[in-house]
């Protein structure tokens, strides 16, 4: 079974009389443990994608089929606890809690599942080693760099070991020395199994992953496997 199979997807917005047509009938599969870029120029339905990917919206038309499960047409109290469990977001922006410290950020997943308080301090200090922040746990997203703030939302994303990180311009907020950082986390996370999903706009960011689907003006043009050198 397919980790991802979306089946003409397609999202229109209502813009005054008129519908936008922002995805066009999307199509593709995705298997556990692929590295997959999206890829596409600004306004091309990047994000309109992630968001139905990521389970935060439903598509007008067409199927999406989660490990198995057609998710396409479900109301928001049904998609929550799916989007809770399968799904780990990493932003551009990073979204985190300015007010709580980095274990907290990353605890945080953990409380909204009930872990006890022990079991949120061991996880979420072990995701943020993972993620090369272990001497860190007591800082707030404003005592950290970017570069730190984003490896903070990726050791909240993989902390509830989640079958699918989807980031959407992980690096755009990032100079490039933070940026490839970030980026070798992904492909570390990759290696040791962890399907990643990244949005991006730039060619070589996507070049970290080990396929490129190319997305045009609503519809996929392209899909090619990277050769790594
Ligand atoms: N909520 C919305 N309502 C109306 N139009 C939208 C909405 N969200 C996105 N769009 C339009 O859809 C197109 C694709 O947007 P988006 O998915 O954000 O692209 P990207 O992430 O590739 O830059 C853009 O033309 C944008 O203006
Ligand atoms: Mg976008």
Redesign the pocket.
């Given at each position: 079974m397919a980790l991802i199979e979306l089946d003409q997807i397609r999202k229109s917005?209502k813009?005054g009389n008129e519908d936008?047509e922002?995805l066009q009938g999307v199509s593709m599969t995705l298997d556990q443990g692929e590295y997959v870029a999206i890829m596409?120029p600004?306004?091309?339905?990047?994000?309109?994608?992630m968001h139905i990917l990521g389970c935060l919206d439903v598509p007008s038309a067409g199927h999406y089929y989660l490990l198995g499960q057609d998710v396409a047409k479900l109301q928001e109290s049904r998609l929550a606890p799916i989007r809770r469990k399968q799904i780990g977001f990493v932003f551009q922006s990073f979204n985190l809690l300015g007010a709580l410290n980095a274990l907290e950020n990353v605890a945080l997943p953990l409380l909204y599942q009930g872990a006890s308080a022990h079991e949120q301090r061991s996880r979420a200090t072990e995701a943020l080693n993972q993620v090369g922040l272990g001497d860190r746990l007591h800082h707030r997203p404003n005592q950290l760099s970017g570069g730190q703030q984003q490896r903070v939302a990726i050791a909240r994303a993989i902390v509830t070991n989640p079958p699918v990180i989807l980031a959407d311009e992980p690096t755009g907020n990032l100079d490039s020395h933070a940026g490839q950082e970030v980026l070798g986390i992904f492909s570390r996370l990759h290696l040791a199994g962890q399907t990643v999903i990244m949005i991006t706009h730039d060619a070589q960011v996507a070049h970290h992953a080990d396929r490129i689907v190319e997305i045009r003006d609503g519809n996929v043009v392209a899909s090619q496997e990277v050769t790594h050198a």
């Open positions: 917005y813009m936008l922002v596409g600004s306004g091309s339905g990047k994000s309109t994608l």
